[in-house]
Structure formats: C-alpha cells, structure tokens
C-alpha cells in the first residue's frame, strides 16, 4: 500500500472520530460555575424564568442530582416546554445562554436506554 | 478496486461503534449497569439472578457471577455519540442498516449546522425546528432515497415523549423536504438550493410550526 493510500485512510479515520467526539463535550460544573453563576434550585422558578434565571440554577440542578434516575417525563411537566434542540425533539432541553450569541448554550435531560428515566443531566453545545 | 476496499473500512469504522456494543455479552452489560447492583458485594450475586429479564437477556443471569466481579467498562459508543437519545427503534434500524444509520448521523449534522447558520438556534416547535427536519429529509432523501429515509424519520418520531401536535408538524415538515429533494434533480449547488427553497416555504408560511419565534 502507498503512501497516498495511508494518507487517505489516515484522514478518514480522523474525520470518522472528530464527527462523532463533535458532540462528546458538556460544559464542565466548574466552567459552567464560572460563566452561568450558581442559584439554589427552585422548579416554580425555573418553568417560569427567562433563560439568565434558568442559567443560574442550572449547576445546583446538575450537582444535586435532582432528576437523576426520576421518570423522565417528570421533566417537562415540572419545568414546561423547552427552547432547545439536542439529538431529539423529544429530549428536554433549556437554553441557557443568550440566543444572539456564536455558541448557545442548553440545560439537556438525557434519558435511559428505555427512555422511561433520566440518566443525566448535562450543559451542552446547542 | 479501491470502492469495496473503503467501504469496508467504514463497515469496520461503524461496527466497532454500534454493532459490537449490542452484542449478547454488552446486552448483560447494559442489563447489569441499569440494575444499579453494585459489583464486588456480597449480594451482588444474589440480587444479579433475581433481575427480571428481557427477550434479549434472558440468558444474562447465567453470566451473574462474572459480571459480579468485573467492572464493566463504559460503552464505546457512549464516549463518541448519545446512542441513549436514540429511539428504540432507531436503534434496531442502526443494527440492520449500520452504514445507512452513518448517512443518516451526517445528514443530521448538516441540517442542525445549516438552521445554525440561518436561524442562530436550533430550537424547538418554531421556524428553526421546521427548517431542520425539511433539510434532515431532504439531504437523506438525495443520499439514500424516499423508503430508507421514511424508515429513519419515522423511528426518530417513535416515541412517547412528543405531543401529537408535535408529531404532526415533524411528520408534515419531514414530507416537504422528502417532496422538495425528489424536485431538485441538480447536484451541483444542491444544499443552496435547498436552503432557499426551504426558507421560502418558511416565509409563505408553508411549513408547519406551533409557535412562531417572530
């Protein structure tokens, strides 16, 4: 096999895994700390809030581990319709940062293999 | 002599990233890591054979004692995409047709960085949301033609977790970019083509959206 040949496949492959990792990356609890803040979590406020209030609770929301192993329905009844877009329509998730900005941040419920509980609770790209 | 050689590295490539994980010991796996028993305890056997078992893990409690004393390693898959926000039955698509399944995952990623480009957001029940899932079918119905892409559309839309209302304007928009590839016969220029195409519709209100971001 040639060198070209090498380097094709060599490229591919790197093509192959940059795709699939594109999506691998949440925000880290200390960075989101850092840019969104940290409020106590409150449901009530949360459904009702704009996208600065939600912000705020989302790290509270992720390390208390509020949702973790819940019906993953519980979500959008507790906290309404969501703004984003992560893999499915049908996975909740918020966003958090300013629509207008190059990167948007979004609170996403990721759900089980059976879809019936949440598994985690992440903030990724939107 | 170089086709069957790169389509079997992708067949390779995509294998190791869906396929071997939902093999029978990775089935026992996930049936063992969602049970929540913790391995290296003294019930851990004890509480492993008492699992209810499935169609595809009713042999699981005879590997018990094993899966007892090995901590299981996290899917492959996991580390690279969500393979749990897929539905069950685009999972079972992914296993029959893993290079299709490879298309598919791309024309997504197209269609979410083009309503990006557009919209700023991809958003949920608004003008982006029906923007996306016109170029999801549209890009897939050009690569993989009407039948596999209904397939794919129509496994993404199976699950309990939408709205009716929801269903409706995925399935009616998902149509429109399936009708609108079918109409665009040039390759060349074909993604500008149905971006205009696409926002045009949006403008004349001829995709369907619940909640009008304007």
């Known amino acids: ?11 591919l492959l790197i093509l192959t895994t940059s ?7 949440p925000m880290s609890i200390k960075k989101a700390e850092q840019l969104l803040g940290k409020n106590k979590f409150d449901v009530k406020a949360f459904q009702t809030g704009d996208y600065k209030i939600r912000a705020k609770m989302a790290v509270d929301l992720i390390t208390s581990k509020y949702y973790i192993g819940k019906p993953f329905a519980d979500v959008k009844k507790d906290l309404g319709g969501h703004d984003g ?34 598994r985690s609770v ?5 | 002599m170089r086709k069957p050689f790169f389509l079997l590295l992708w067949i390779l490539i995509f294998y190791n990233f869906t396929i071997k994980p939902l093999s029978a010991s990775n089935m026992c796996e996930m049936w ?57 039955s685009e999972k079972n698509l992914v296993s029959k047709y893993p290079v299709e399944a490879l298309i598919v995952y791309m024309a997504k990623e197209e269609a979410i960085e083009s309503t990006k480009i557009n919209f700023g957001i991809n958003g949920q029940n608004d003008e982006s949301d029906a923007f996306r899932h016109f170029m999801w079918a549209a890009i897939m119905t050009k690569k993989l033609g009407q039948e596999t892409t209904k397939k ?13 209302n929801e269903k409706v304007m995925d399935l ?43």
């Open chain 2, 32 to 88: 063992f890591e969602e049970s929540n028993i913790k391995p290296g305890t003294d019930s851990c056997e004890l509480e492993c054979s008492a699992l209810r078992t499935g169609m595809n893990t009713f042999t699981c409690t005879k590997e018990c004692k094993k899966l007892c004393t090995t901590a299981i390693p996290r899917r492959k898959l996991d580390k690279y995409v969500y393979f749990n926000t897929l539905t069950l």
């Open chain 1, 85 to 118: 877009y992560f893999e499915n329509d049908a996975i909740p998730a918020y966003i958090l940062t300013d629509k207008t900005s190059k990167v948007v941040w979004q609170l996403v419920f990721i759900p089980d293999d059976k879809w019936e509980k949440v």
């Open chain 2, 172 to 214: 009616y928009n998902n149509n429109q970019g399936i009708a609108a590839a079918l109409k665009i016969t040039k390759s060349l220029g074909f993604r500008s083509e149905l971006e205009k195409e696409g926002l045009e519709l949006i403008k004349n209100k001829k995709l369907k959206v619940i909640r009008s971001s304007h």
């Open chain 1, 1 to 11: 096999m040639n060198k070209k040949m090498w380097l094709i496949i060599m490229s």
């Open chain 2, 152 to 164: 794919f559309l129509d496994a993404h839309e199976n699950t309990p977790e939408q709205s009716n």
């Open chain 1, 122 to 126: 992440e903030i990724r790209k939107n």
């Open chain 1, 19 to 25: 795709c699939f990792s594109e999506v691998s990356k």
